[in-house]
């Protein structure tokens, strides 16, 4: 049993320079945990509620105090002297306590928080590593390290908005560990630099998540370009390297259709640039194809491509059960990108999880556009068995935060990395 002794809690900053929550866990024994919480740009409407405090005076209304206030003041009301005998129980009693559909009441962020930091907290006093205290509470064994997506290009909300979907990805195909992924992934990165910086004058500007942001005129560019930069680079695209896009398509839909650049296309216009893009490039991961409210669709999305690229579930799923569970039942997707802030607890992520992978869908497990040093997610993605592990780009500290925390879990533990997209791996194809 673990006894909450008290809550901490203060506002920080997080990559983008606004604000979020960090909390403080301690445990009666005198073991505490500590986690602090991200925060998305591309945000999708059935997310579990952040509290802001809507000042215009402090960064712009963005401010955290009143989530801090949560868990400062009815949070650690509510918790002080209790024992819980699992993360579960712990969790919903956090629900309990905010007693609202989204979380909106006590904050999501305020909530994340306390749930990471009391998770960390019994997984010192269990004396086990985090991916062990996540593997033990899904009740996985992981066998593999999860497969890396790493952002190359951006454009959408993590950008400029230059070009309509949001993100290109490298993944490092014929790699047999992180190591090597990273070793492919940096040397890609600064080829793309390069070209950039010559095709464009452009020195290396990063978007939210390290990407690069050249003005491309089209999408179609930048898939291209990532495929220069790979063979570039000395690898063979679509051997020893793929790419995943996230396309992001309800921040370009309206009820005319979808804007991608200068056309506007229907939902079956929008698929039939989908297909053609997966025939003629090498793309094994589409996420958010189309808008998160075009359920009638996204069937005949998977219908069109799902045997060629996995249709990944982020807006549309929100990590929120009743939303998997009808895109299962419709055939809308068979892939969840897994969030745990759009949801709000570990447990209720997890439920998620289990219900993915139930459904024999495969996971990508994702941090946000608005992160922070801390490496829980890392911790994560490996304790849930993710297939993919989405982190954005081999700069910025926050993100190599995860990449080192994956680089620590690989060394001590020899665990391959898992064998993603299909059976055709290669050897790479040195420079």
């Not at 993944?171 to 095709?199: F, G, K």
């Not at 929120?320 to 997707?333: F, G, L, P, Q, Y």
Request: net charge negative; proline share 3%.
């Amino acid at each position: 049993m673990f006894v909450v002794e008290r809550l901490a809690a203060r506002e920080i900053l997080d990559s983008r320079g606004r604000p979020t929550v960090y909390a403080e866990c301690y445990l009666e024994g005198g073991v505490s945990g500590s986690a602090s919480v991200p925060s998305g740009a591309s945000t999708g409407a059935a997310e579990a509620v952040e509290l802001r405090d809507g000042d215009p005076r402090r960064y712009r209304g963005m401010g955290c105090r009143k989530a801090v206030g949560s868990i400062l003041g009815e949070l650690n009301d509510g918790l002080l002297g209790h024992a819980f005998d699992s993360q579960a129980t712990f969790d919903m009693r956090l629900i309990a306590l905010d007693a609202s559909p989204a979380k909106s009441r006590l904050g999501a962020n305020a909530i994340l928080a306390v749930s990471l930091a009391f998770a960390r907290a019994a997984a010192a006093a269990n004396n086990e590593e985090f991916w062990q205290y996540f593997a033990r509470m899904a009740g996985f064994a992981p066998s593999s390290l999860p497969r890396l997506t790493i952002n190359l290009f951006s454009g959408g909300k993590h950008a400029g908005q230059q070009v309509a979907i949001q993100d290109v990805l490298i993944v490092p195909a014929s790699s047999r560990s992180v190591d090597e992924s990273l070793v492919m992934s940096c040397e890609i990165y600064q080829v793309a630099a390069e070209i950039s910086l010559r095709r464009f004058g452009m020195r290396l500007l990063r978007a939210d998540e390290g990407g690069m942001a050249p003005p491309f005129r089209s999408a179609e560019e930048m898939i291209e370009t990532a495929i220069e930069a790979i063979e570039t680079a000395g690898y063979c695209a679509g051997q020893d390297v793929a790419l995943a896009i996230d396309v992001a398509s309800s921040h370009f839909c309206s009820q005319q259709g979808y804007q991608l650049g200068d056309r506007l296309l229907t939902s079956r216009g929008m698929i039939d640039r989908l297909k053609t893009w997966v025939d003629s490039y090498p793309l094994v991961s589409i996420e958010d194809g189309l808008a998160e409210d075009d359920w009638e669709n996204w069937p005949l999305l998977l219908s069109a491509i799902g045997s060629k690229a996995l249709i990944l579930g982020d807006d549309l799923l929100c990590t929120n059960e009743a939303r998997i569970n009808r895109a299962i039942k419709t055939s809308a997707c068979n892939a969840l990108l897994l969030k745990v802030n759009q949801v709000g607890t570990l447990t209720e992520g997890c439920r998620a999880l289990q219900l993915a992978r139930s459904a024999g869908w495969q996971v990508t497990v994702s941090v946000r556009s608005g992160e922070t040093e801390d490496n829980w997610a890392a911790d994560l993605a490996v304790g849930w068995a993710g297939d993919q592990f989405k982190n954005g780009s081999v700069t910025q500290s926050e993100r190599l935060a995860k990449y080192n925390r994956l680089l620590a879990i690989e060394a001590s533990t020899n665990l391959p990395t898992n064998v993603w997209p299909g059976n055709q791996i290669a050897e790479p194809v040195r420079s």
